[in-house]
Structure formats: structure tokens, C-alpha cells
């Protein structure tokens, strides 16, 4: 059944246009509040976090409309990230939780991401349902005036959260004498992610910690870590982070100014959890677009690397399936289940902190635990209908699929949340890679 409305993590698009208007999110709130109320005499509930777009005013309340329209009584937290959105949707035994943002977007998109009342974000048969309840008749599910929702806000979830995350770093460890550069990416843990980190011990340097509705994610955050990489020169940090704009990934920077991404991060926890027998199942899992290099290091360490489609969401299903506490992707999801069910950017971090304090070795030292194989990712928008599916391009993805044999790896897939083609392509020669690349991003171009 084709999506209509929900992609690779939940619904995104540019604010005040469909599927990002006010009308759609209040049909959401409709259909999903419909969905989650299970009957019974007891009050049901949903919690909404978000992040500091200036369109979170707007979704915001159409969502509260749609909720209490069917009865739900909701809870708001203001700027939250993700994952403490789904921490605090099972803290509070909530039905349901929704996370206002369009993650590493710039500030004139937005999403809406929906957690079950376990933490976990929904499937995609859930979301098809949701998706025919919202096209459907709703005037018949409206609540009668005596049973409508309740909204209300409360200020201490981002206590809360920071008490969360603390617990993830060893007990009886401190950051006493690491000077942390934190770029929250003037996005959802621009509160939360210097105050976690102070109170850890560390000396915090926080960037990006200034939102005003416009300039989330601009020139700042995991997507764009120059300035990052400018202040811990500038402060001699020994380490810099840099979130996303709803904080569920992490991307860090040594003491040198080299940028360690998701799959370095992957391979340090992993390895340092199999050390100290905390793995569950000895291996992790990660996306197609994992580097090579990674899944023979693990290899070499006698732990397995389980591939799944693009998006956070497939890694948790496949964690949750076959009993992995560590899995991510290479973009800095990285979801750690003995602590959250989703990514999360500032609980990733910490572990490689934990390792840098345990071992007193700097950050360059530790989290570069392979040498990474040739790669290249090229981003081609389009408009309207699927590139990929035109006759010239599929025979030259063929072509070069046969071309990189076992010797590398091709992946050509369309955003769920952007309107982009990812051409990604990796092998062990440069310059087959690039021609790979070249070849099949030409093809695209050609039908775009």
C-alpha cells in the first residue's frame, strides 16, 4: 500500500505546505489519538515535545486541537529532543508521544514523528492505519463535550531528561577536567545538553545555543561542523560535539579537528562493550550505508554487522527482533537500548567520553578503531515523479553493480524526508568508487 502521508521518520515537509499544514496535523491528531485510545474508563494522554522552528507555534497547537477533539488529554514539554520525548512518553505511561521537527532540516521544513507508549517509534503498518484514519470520516469520532482532552505544559521534563542521561555514563566516573565544545545546533537541546554535561564535571563551552526560529540548523549542528571545529581550536578542547537540531545524532571532533561520524562512534562502542562483556548479542546493526571498513573491523573483533534499509527506525526493529543493544548509522544514529529507544545524540557522545576518562587517551586516539574504506555520497534533488524508475537509469545501475562485484558496495535511494536521490558508492579502489559514482549520478541527472 502506498505512504501518503508518513516517510522513512514520520511526516516532513516544508511548513504551511502539505503535509506540513495546520489542517493535516490536526487530522493527525484525529486519527492517531483515535488509534491509541484503547477504551476503558480511564483518561488517555499524549505528550508533545519539539524542537525551536519557528513552525512549531503552528503545529503545535492543531496537534493539541486534534487530540482533544477525540478525547486525549495532552501534556506539553516545549523544546525537547527526541529521545527524551520518547523517555518521558513511557515515564508517564503517556498512550502516545509526538516529537514536533524535521531533525537535520533547515528551519523552513518540519516534521512530526510519533512514538508508541513504549518509547519505540511506530511501524509501518501502524502508520498506514493512522494514514487510512485520517482520510477517512472523523466527524464520527469526536468526543462529546463532557468527555473532550485536557492540554497542559510542565517544566521539568528537561530535568528529567538530564537525570536520564546522566545515568548513562558509568556511575562513579566524572568528566572533571575535559573541556567539552557542545554545538546543540540552536535546536532542541540547547537547554538540556550544556547542564547534563557541567554536571558531569566537565568544563562546557556551549555554540549553538541561541534559537530563534530561524536559524536551527544553519551553519551549525552534525550537518555542518565548521564552526565546531573552529571553537575547540580556538578553546583547545578536547573534544567537540555536535547535535542535530532534535539532538537524536551526534557527530564528534577530536582534539585535532578531525570529525569522527557515526560508524567510527559504532565501532568504538562496540568494541569497548565487548571488552566488558556488555553486548547482548555479539555484533550490531547498522544501514546499507555503513562503511566497509567498519564491518571488517568488527569482524576482526569476532562480532557481526547486520545490514538494514536506511533510517533509525529499521535499525531499532532488527535490535529488537534479534536482541542487539547497539546499533546506528553512519549519519550519527546511534541507538544504545540499555539507555533509549531511539537515537541519541548526547548519550553516544558520552561513551566515547567514558572511554577517554578510562583510558586517559585523547579522542584521536580512541574512536579512529578502523581505517575507513573509499566512499562517496552525492545528493541529487529532483521535483516530481522517480528518476529511478526510468529505463536508461536502471540499466546503468546494473552496469555498475556488475562492475564493483564483491569488491564494493552501490546504494541509490530516495530520501524519505527530503525530495533527493543518494547515490552512494564504496570499494576498495578510489577510482572505481568515483566512476561508480560519476556514472550513476550522471544517469540520474539525465532524468531528472
Known sequence: MTRKYFGTDGIRGTANTAPMTPEIAMRLGMA??????????????????????????????????????????TTLFGPLPTPGVAMMTRSLRADLGVMISASHNAFHDNGIKLFGPDGYKLSDEIELEIEALMDGGLDDKLAA???????????????????????????????????????????????????????????????????????????????????????????????????????????????????????QLIGLVAGHWHERGLLKKPGVVTTVM???????HLDSLGLKLERTRVGDRYVVEKMLADGYNVGGEQSGHIVLSDYSTTGDGLIAALQALAVMVETDKPLSEVARVFDPSPQKLVNLRYKSGDPLDVDEVKSVIATVEARLGASGHLVIRKSGTEPLIRVMAQADDADMMEQAVSDVADAVRAAI
Do not use: W
Open 32 to 73: 492517531a489519538g483515535k488509534y491509541f485510545r484503547r477504551g476503558g474508563s480511564r483518561r488517555h494522554s499524549v505528550v508533545i515535545g519539539k524542537d525551536t522552528r519557528l513552525s512549531g507555534y503552528m503545529i503545535e497547537p492543531a496537534l493539541v486541537a486534534g487530540f482533544t477533539s477525540v478525547g486525549m488529554d
Open 290 to 296: 555503513s562503511n566497509l571498513g567498519l564491518e571488517r
Open 145 to 263: 463535550p463532557e468527555a473532550l482532552g485536557r492540554a497542559k505544559r510542565i517544566d521539568d521534563c528537561q530535568a528529567r531528561y538530564v537525570e536520564l542521561v546522566k545515568r548513562a555514563f558509568p556511575r562513579g566516573m566524572r568528566l572533571s577536567g575535559l573541556r567539552i565544545v557542545i554545538d546543540c545546533a540552536n535546536g532542541a537541546a540547547y537547554r538540556v545538553a550544556p547542564v547534563a554535561l557541567y554536571e558531569l564535571g566537565a568544563e562546557v563551552i556551549p555554540i549553538g545555543v541561541s534559537p530563534d526560529g530561524f536559524n536551527i540548523n544553519d551553519e551549525c549542528g552534525s550537518t555542518d561542523t565548521r564552526a565546531l571545529v573552529e571553537a575547540v581550536d580556538k578553546y583547545r578542547a578536547d573534544i567537540g560535539i555536535a547535535l542535530d537540531g532534535d539532538a537524536d545524532r551526534c557527530i564528534l571532533i577530536d582534539e585535532k579537528g578531525h570529525e569522527i561520524d557515526g560508524d
